[in-house]
Nanobody
Framework: QVQLVESGGGLVQAGGSLRLSCVASGRTFRDYRMAWFRQAPGKERDFVASISWTGLSTNYADSVKGRFAISRDNGKNTVFLQMNSLKPEDTAVYYC?????????WGQGTQVTVSS
């Protein structure tokens, strides 16, 4: 059974930084493109960033480009999201999944709250 566990969220002031982690268990994700998504209250879940299994290819939503950085450690089955210059509009629950996302892989997410 696949399990994705996100962590690292919290409350931060605008302009601050957080680093999210996503640990995969149950199978290796070495060969998958992995991604972060987020869902703000009352809104749909949106794509944030993705990374190839080699780590050499990344892409980002326009809203986070230049502020967020995705990375991965295949040996530890872990994907990271470094978030800098956070804005109140970044407030959401953040999730990781493979790309394209698998319905059965959604975890509980980690809450990120950015105060103004």
């Amino acid at each position: 059974q696949v399990q994705l566990v996100e962590s690292g969220g919290g409350l931060v002031q605008a302009g601050g930084s957080l680093r999210l982690s996503c640990v995969a268990s149950g199978r290796t994700f070495r060969d998958y493109r992995m991604a972060w998504f987020r869902q703000a209250p009352g809104k749909e879940r949106d794509f944030v960033a993705s990374i190839s299994w080699t780590g050499l290819s990344t892409n980002y939503a326009d809203s986070v480009k230049g502020r967020f950085a995705i990375s991965r450690d295949n040996g530890k089955n872990t994907v990271f999201l470094q978030m800098n210059s956070l804005k109140p509009e970044d407030t959401a629950v953040y999730y990781c999944n493979r790309m394209p996302p698998a319905v059965d892989y959604w975890g509980q997410g980690t809450q990120v709250t950015v105060s103004s």
